[in-house]
């Protein structure tokens, strides 16, 4: 075939390829470019595949008698939403996804489906469309997968592209252009490949990334450059073109401080930034494989709520997509051009336009298609919906619209109906959806709150209309639903829009948790439901679902089956997931108890699987074993056999056997392994089919009569198993029977379908050896959920985890056409009698309502309660009579006679009760102090705490009460201060005595040094020697440290001798006073007189002090003693102690007064400490970033310092350069100038020494170099050879330019001459360093520049710095102004009353200052006077704009009126409307006759100049031809001076080689003439050109 070069090409490819090493800059060579000496076959474009070569059809064994087509594929009713990109436009009305093994092709308005199976059958990884939309790419899985491109619309396979990876593809993308397709691989190679898909070829090959890649996509603008992204990664990739060919080079974007996160959409820009989602919603835009910035919406809200599900840039425009279900439009510029403006990376902005589709709605992709030339949509929605969305955002636009709606997630179970070709399924979605699969269309949808997990159609014994549906949803709830025919509903004839609907029957909670099992017995009495709460419930069946009871099972239910009718009896056989089966009978509803539903009698038969395959592993080794051992033993046998016909003596002992190896030990696994499905195989008997390590058999089991054993402890074995081929790792989940052609339907974990043929003799593992096999769902998550068969077994139906349903014909096409309908009919159930008149059913929306038993519970709690509170009525009334009757006799026992009544303690009838009742009120008091006892320690700790929190810490109060009142004061309870104030007080005391001390040590060392100075003065008390040593000359030599210690003993000394001075002066003063103190002492005899007259006077008056004791003591009138006397006294006495009191009590009354106003500024002060408290709190949360910023402020300043120094010298340096460039630029001037001056006026070799002045120095050095290889080629010419004329005169012409060059003019003077070509080599110099200044000048200017640059941005640095510093200190201000600060008000402060009272709440008032307040109530006087103004201008204004309206009326019809005249004239004038603005517009245009006179004036001054250029040109015309005439004289003449020359050397050398022997005597004269007048002539070549070089050398 003409693919199979191809193919070999890519086997080749796939070995070239070997490991590639994971590099975040990756390279790799096309294989093209490897092999360039390969020379491949071109595909044709025509070529196309057949569909045998891509098919993957059902597979069936060798023996297996039922043909291959046993099912054939009819329609699929499910979309796997959830896979990520699972949506395909390929025109405006065919919609592409993957259905499991299948991709469909779908027409939106016939809903007629294409589909297009895998071709390895291992599922489809990905779809893609051609930018044409003429191919779309099918990528798939399984082992060593294919990439197959199909046309479209045949659905041909086009090409088939093999080895790009190993497992599976992920996600595939073709370039803008059509011509490249991108795919990447999954675990575990994560190949990234780019194919040249038409010739089938791999360009280039490279692992994307060690984890997950989850999509690849080429840039729209610029195809060499792709861009991958998954777990937590996103590489940016380009294809280059190196030295070696054509490399795929991968860099692995940086987050750098932004958190790592899953990239599921990015879109590369126009420019090659690169614009990507993130998990948390924001957009990241990078550039150079770095984050730029962040972008999230105004607010530092995120862009979407969840992740971005993908970007989308068209038509200028980008798109966000997220899970959220919003779609928003943002401004591409503001995002190309967006900068960070903090540290966080974050930038605000705002969406264009957004278009939010609804609550539940999840975006997962959408794509775009024309449909008519105007822009549409289709978006797929993970809860299960196409959308067409127009996102033209315009008043136009149309509203978004539900193409298709499917189950979203796995189905979780399906029912058929059991009359009509019609199917009900539920999931997780909360819905439940009725299809007709004859006519291949959904009938009906209705909704709950919780998801469905299991559902049954009822049986025709159940309901004859076959129109019952029970659904069992996750909140253990139950819903009996009827679907009907509403056309057929009285009163609604022709006006049901859908031709099914679904109603609510009947709702109940039998369990509290999800429902996984429900099963009708088979004779329609009972219903039964499990579990995941480990409950079965039975229903009676009547009109209604009636409870009878439950059981509890030992573990979760997975599944339910009555017997069948073959059965003797009904039983129940539950399968639990933890591997229990369980068999109860059907139970009686009259035998139930009315407490309770649970059935605690029912007989229940348990199997608890124990493993057995280890043991059968095992017993398959030993035969194996055994067999090996035998066929060994035969061999050996042979082989002597053999030996001995040969004649040879064979040793026949037996070789010892090789040790084998040990038999695997028998495994029990820990857990024991779930229970997947299983079936009635005889009563008392079932098979199961096992998950886990178990799967792989079908076992047999059956129920033991050992009924009492605990059933935890049970291993129950099975009696027998079947091998079930393939299924080790690929259990059994589903099994469905087929009758009419006997067959058993298997549903496998990995959404294959088998079949397998049936015997009548029953299962058995000769009949289950052949299978019929093909893969229908998805091959990872499409477990097949539920298999039915339809009522006449004509069609099959399956469902998986997919979100696939699958309905399939069972019988071949032949058999189709012969036996069945073109069209299958179905009939819907026609609805109930009544049913129109019947109320809405309420139904449990509550998820945590009670279930029926815990109603039932409730219920009877509820009446025990009320029968115990009628009993306690009851008491209470007896109690009641018996207390009247009590106080009855107690008043008749009153009105008795004293003797005759009776005691309180005679009523006591028995001591004991009370003595009862006290020991149990003390029991109580104990009971209540021991469970108390743990509280009433720990409110004892906490009292503790607090006590040592606040009382301890408070330093020693005193209270002071007054004596005549209640007024007390006290001193203020004052904290102590915090450890952490304590250690800054004493740091900061430490601090200031370390500075009080180094302030004391100062003083000291400056009184020092003013003793010092006081000292050396010359002392008049200084010695001889003291005064001579300060009057000798300093020595200018430095002393040594003797002499320094000599003088600081000599100061030492004289310090000594002073201070000796000074005390002997104080003692010498001391003893003169001492000595003046004892001249004024008085003599012994010396009386004074003062003294002695006191003494006097006082023995006179003093008296006699004799005790009251005394006998011959007397009493004075004065010192009697009377009543009257000590009353006053005391009277005296109190009111000295009242006085006193009373004013200890004023004091104490303005100490309280002043304490009170220091109350107040202590309250102040410490809501102020309260409010510096918190403003310090956050000034140090802030204070590190402001620390930063102050940090990175000043960094910049040094750094713009630094470059404000270099351009400061750069700038000089540049000044300089200036300034050496003009002082070259005057230099050559002068030199000019001089040039001139040497010329003199009207100097006829002007022209030529100029030519010379300005001739360069490197034409001078070729001619040189030319001439000197003329000369040693005239060297080399010597003999006998004759010249050629022709080439003689060209090199006389040569030489005469030179010479013509470096010559002096004839007529010149030589003086001249050589000062023009010693100026000409100045000139040269001047020239040169001209130039490398100029060149040094111009680097520096680029550096300066550069700097300068560099400037500006430091200068911006610091102004964002400041900015950001500035904006800092605003947000710490406004932080600081947030804190609440408590105000202390007097009540009559307090002006904001309510109806005249004081409002409790003070929140939404303000405090204002009386200054404010008196302004804002003036403020209201002249608002009011202004807005009394304001009515008197507005009522002018208005009369004023009545009466402009009114001349505004009058005007218009003045204007009318002479419109109506101005065109009346024109028609008489002109005959027609003639617009007179225009007229004169075109008639005169000023500005164009302005610009014509200016442009007539421009002509003639041009005119004048040009006359006066032609002028000048004819002159220099003249000049020209004479100098031309002179040049051509000399010209002539030099040629008449070359043939002279040319003459005289030719006879010259005929004379020295033609003479004979008579001219021997005169050969040394003529030689000699010879070289004179070379060397003259030489000498006159090369004079001007020596001449030349000295002056450059000089």
Not at 1120 to 1127: A, C
Request: contains cysteine.
């Amino acid at each position: 075939m003409e693919e199979e070069p191809a193919e070999d090409a890519q086997e080749d490819l796939i070995g070239a390829e070997g490991n590639l090493d994971e590099q975040d800059n990756s390279e790799v060579t096309s294989e093209s470019q490897k092999r360039p000496e390969e020379v491949k076959k071109k595909i044709p474009e025509t070529f196309f595949y057949t569909h045998e070569d891509v098919y993957s059809g059902p597979y069936a064994t060798d023996d297996f008698e039922i043909p291959t087509d046993l099912l054939i594929f009819k329609h699929s009713f499910g979309y796997d939403c959830t896979r990520p990109v699972n949506l395909m436009m390929m025109d405006a009305h065919t919609v592409g996804y993957i259905a499991g093994n299948q991709v469909m092709l779908q027409n939106l308005r016939t809903k007629n489906q294409t589909y297009v199976r895998s071709s390895c059958g291992g599922g489809i990884g990905f779809i893609t469309a051609h930018p044409n939309k003429e191919y779309f790419a099918v990528g798939e899985k399984g082992k060593k997968p294919n990439i197959v491109i199909y046309s479209y619309p045949s659905v041909w396979p086009y090409r088939i592209l093999k080895g790009g990876t190993e497992v599976a593809y992920v996600f595939g993308d073709f370039n803008r252009t059509g011509t490249l397709l991108a795919s990447v691989g999954s675990s575990p190679d994560y190949m990234l490949t780019i194919w040249d898909w038409k010739q089938e070829e791999t360009l280039l090959r490279s692992k994307a990334f060690a984890q997950d890649v989850y999509k690849v996509m080429f840039s729209a603008e610029n195809e060499e450059h792709l861009t991958s992204g998954g777990s937590g990664h996103i590489k940016f990739w380009k294809m280059a073109l190196t030295l070696t060919g054509l490399k795929l080079q991968g860099a692995l974007g940086r987050f750098g401080k932004t958190a790592v996160s899953d990239i599921l959409s990015f879109v590369e820009l126009p420019d090659g930034k690169v614009v990507s989602g993130t998990e948390w919603g924001n957009l990241l835009l990078w550039e150079g494989g770095l984050i730029k910035v962040e972008l999230c919406q105004v607010g530092r809200k995120p862009c979407h709520k969840g992740p971005v599900s993908q970007l989308i840039f068209d038509e200028g425009e980008l798109y966000s997509v997220g899970i959220d279900g919003v779609i928003r439009m943002w401004n591409f510029e503001v995002i190309d051009t967006a900068d960070p403006v903090d540290d966080t990376g974050l930038v605000e902005m705002e969406p264009m336009n957004e278009l939010r589709l609804g609550k539940n709605v999840s975006l997962n992709f959408m794509t775009k298609i024309l449909d008519h030339e105007q822009p549409f949509w289709y978006a797929q929605d993970t809860s299960g919906t196409i959308w067409k969305l127009d996102l033209t955002f315009s008043n136009m636009s149309h509203d978004p619209e539900r193409v298709c709606t499917f189950h979203s997630g796995r189905i979780e179970a399906i029912g058929v109906s059991p009359f009509t070709y019609l199917m009900a399924t539920t999931a997780l979605d909360r819905s439940v959806r009725i299809y007709d699969f004859g006519n291949n269309s959904q009938l009906s949808v209705i909704k709950f709150k919780q998801g469905g997990t299991a559902l049954a159609w009822a049986p025709a014994a159940v309901n004859p209309a076959g129109g019952v549906i029970v659904v069992g949803f996750e909140d253990g709830v139950v819903r009996v639903l009827e679907v009907y025919d509403p056309k057929l509903l009285p009163g609604r004839e022709g006006q049901a829009k859908e031709s099914a609907e679904i109603n609510l029957k009947q709702v109940f909670k039998p369990h509290s948790a999800a429902v996984t099992a429900l099963a009708y017995e088979q004779k329609g009495d009972m219903f039964a439901t499990g579990s995941k709460d480990k409950t079965v419930f039975f229903f009676a069946i009547e009109d209604e679902y009636k409870p009878i009871g439950f059981i509890s099972v030992p573990g979760p239910v997975q599944a339910l089956q009555w017997s069948p009718p073959s059965h003797d009896k009904s039983t129940l056989l539950i399968l639990c997931e933890n591997g229990f089966a369980v068999q109860v009978p059907a139970p009686l509803p009259e035998n139930q108890d009315t407490a309770t539903y649970h059935i605690k009698n029912l007989p229940t038969q348990y199997f608890h699987f124990y493993s057995i395959k280890s043991r059968i592993k095992l017993e398959e080794e030993i035969a194996r074993r055994e067999k090996e051992r035998k066929k060994k033993e035969k061999e050996r046998l042979e082989w002597i056999k053999q030996q001995k016909e040969l004649g040879l003596e064979v040793d026949e002992t037996k070789e010892e056997e090789a040790e084998e190896e040990p038999l695997p030990p028998i495994y029990i696994p820990e857990e024991p392994s779930p229970i997947l499905c299983g079936f009635y195989s005889a009563p008392g008997k079932f098979w199961l089919s096992m998950g886990g390590y178990d799967s792989g058999f079908l076992y047999h089991c059956k129920f033991s009569h050992d009924d009492e054993e605990d059933p935890e402890k049970r291993k129950d074995e099975p009696f027998d198993v079947i091998p079930m081929k393939d299924t080790n790792n690929n259990p059994i989940h589903q099994i469905s029977f087929c009758t009419s052609n006997p067959l058993m339907f298997c549903g496998m974990q990995d959404g294959s379908l088998r079949a397998y043929p049936l015997s009548v003799k029953g299962l058995s593992a000769g009949v289950l050896k052949d299978y019929w096999y093909m893969n229908v769902h998805d091959n990872d998550n499409g477990q097949i959920q539920g298999i039915c068969c339809s009522h006449d077994e004509r069609c099959l139906i399956t469902c998986g985890g997919d979100g696939n349903i699958f309905t399939f014909d069972l019988l071949s096409e032949e058999e189709l056409l012969e036996k069945l309908p073109k069209e299958l009919k179905v009939i819907i159930p026609p609805p109930r009698s009544g049913l129109e008149k019947e109320k809405a059913v309420e139904d449990i929306k509550d998820p945590d309502a009670g279930t029926i038993e815990e109603c039932k519970q409730k219920m009877e709690y509820e009446r025990k309660m009320k029968e115990a509170e009628e009993k306690k009525n009851k008491k209470r009334e007896e109690l009641s009579a018996l207390r009247q009757d009590f106080v009855f006799l107690l008043q008749k026992n009153q009105e008795l006679p004293k003797h005759m009544q009776l005691h309180k303690e005679e009523f006591k009838m028995d001591h004991r009760i009370f003595e009862e009742l006290d020991r149990q009120t003390l029991q109580r008091i104990q009971l209540v102090r021991e469970k108390l006892a743990w509280e009433h320690e720990k409110q004892l700790i906490g009292l503790q705490k607090l006590r040592t929190q606040f009382q301890d810490s408070l330093k020693f109060t005193l209270t002071v009460h007054a004596l005549q009142s209640n007024h007390q004061i006290s001193t203020y309870s004052l904290l102590s201060v915090s450890e952490k104030y304590t250690q800054h007080k004493k740091h900061e005391d430490s601090k200031w005595a370390i500075l009080k001390e180094k302030w004391t040590a100062l003083q000291e060392a400056e009184q020092h040094e003013e003793e010092i100075l006081r000292e050396t003065r010359p002392m008049h008390r200084e010695s001889t020697a003291f005064e001579k040593e300060a009057e000798m000359p300093e020595t200018p030599e430095v002393q040594k440290p003797t002499t320094r210690y000599i003088e600081s003993r000599r100061e030492k000394i004289k310090r000594l001798v002073e201070k000796y001075d000074a005390l002997k002066a104080k003692i010498m003063k001391r003893r003169a006073e001492w000595h003046e103190l004892y001249k004024s002492k008085p003599k012994d005899i010396h009386e004074c007189a003062k003294d002695s007259k006191e003494i006097k006077e006082a023995r006179e008056n003093i008296g006699c002090y004799r005790l009251k004791t005394a006998t011959d003591y007397t009493l004075t009138e004065d010192m009697r003693i009377s009543t009257e006397k000590k009353m006053m006294q005391l009277a005296t006495l109190e009111h000295l102690i009242n006085t006193l009191v009373m004013n200890f009590d004023a004091e104490l009354r303005l100490l309280r007064h002043k304490k009170l106003k220091m109350d107040v500024q202590m309250k102040s002060a410490s809501l102020r400490c309260i409010t510096c408290c918190e403003e310090l709190l956050i000034l140090e949360k802030l204070e590190i970033h402001e620390d930063l910023l102050e940090e990175k402020i000043c960094a910049i300043i040094s750094e713009q310092e630094d470059v404000q120094s270099k351009l400061k010298s750069y700038l000089a340096e540049i000044e300089d350069r200036k300034c050496e460039i003009v002082m070259l630029q005057e230099r050559e001037k002068a030199l000019y100038a001089s040039f001139e001056a040497s010329l003199g006026e009207n100097n006829e070799f002007a022209d030529v020494l100029t030519n010379i002045l300005k001739m360069e120095v490197e034409r001078v050095k070729k001619e040189k170099v030319a001439r000197k290889a003329d000369e040693e080629n005239e060297n080399e010419k010597e003999g006998n050879e004759k010249p050629d004329l022709k080439t003689d005169e060209k090199n006389c012409r040569s030489e005469d330019a030179v010479v013509a060059d470096f010559l002096c003019p004839e007529g010149c003077s030589e003086d001249l001459f050589l000062n023009t070509i010693q100026l000409r080599q100045q000139r040269i110099s001047i020239e040169k360093a001209l130039a490398e200044e100029k060149k040094v000048a111009a680097d520096l200017k680029k550096e300066y520049n550069a700097l300068a640059i560099k400037a500006k941005e430091v200068e911006t640095s610091l102004d964002t710095a400041n900015k950001e510093l500035e904006a800092f200190q605003w947000e710490k201000l406004h932080r600081l102004n947030e804190l609440y600060v408590v105000v202390p008000l007097r009540l009559h402060q307090v002006q904001c009353l309510v109806d005249g009272e004081m409002p409790r709440d003070f929140s939404q008032t303000l405090v204002f200052t009386n200054q404010s307040l008196q302004y804002l109530q003036k403020r209201i006087v002249d608002l009011r006077n202004e807005k009394r103004m304001q009515r008197e201008i507005h009522k002018k204004a208005r009369e004023q704009h009545k009466q402009l309206l009114h001349d505004k009326k009058e005007m218009e019809m003045e204007i009318q009126r002479l419109e109506e005249r101005c065109n009346h004239l024109m028609m008489e004038k002109f005959g027609r409307l003639v617009d007179f603005e225009a007229v004169q517009a075109h008639s005169v245009n000023i500005p164009m006759e302005k610009m014509k006179v200016r442009i007539m004036e421009k002509e003639y001054e041009h005119f004048v100049e040009l006359k006066e250029w032609e002028e000048r040109i004819v002159s220099l015309q003249h000049q020209l031809t004479t100098l031309t005439r002179e040049n051509t004289s000399k010209l002539h003449q030099l040629n008449r001076f070359c043939h002279e020359k040319h003459q005289l050397e030719t006879e010259l050398e005929s004379l020295t080689t033609g003479q004979g022997g008579e001219f021997e005597g005169t050969k040394s004269s003529d030689i000699k003439e010879t070289a004179r007048l070379k060397s003259r002539l030489m000498n006159v070549r090369s004079g001007p050109s020596e001449k030349g070089n000295q002056i450059w050398q000089n």
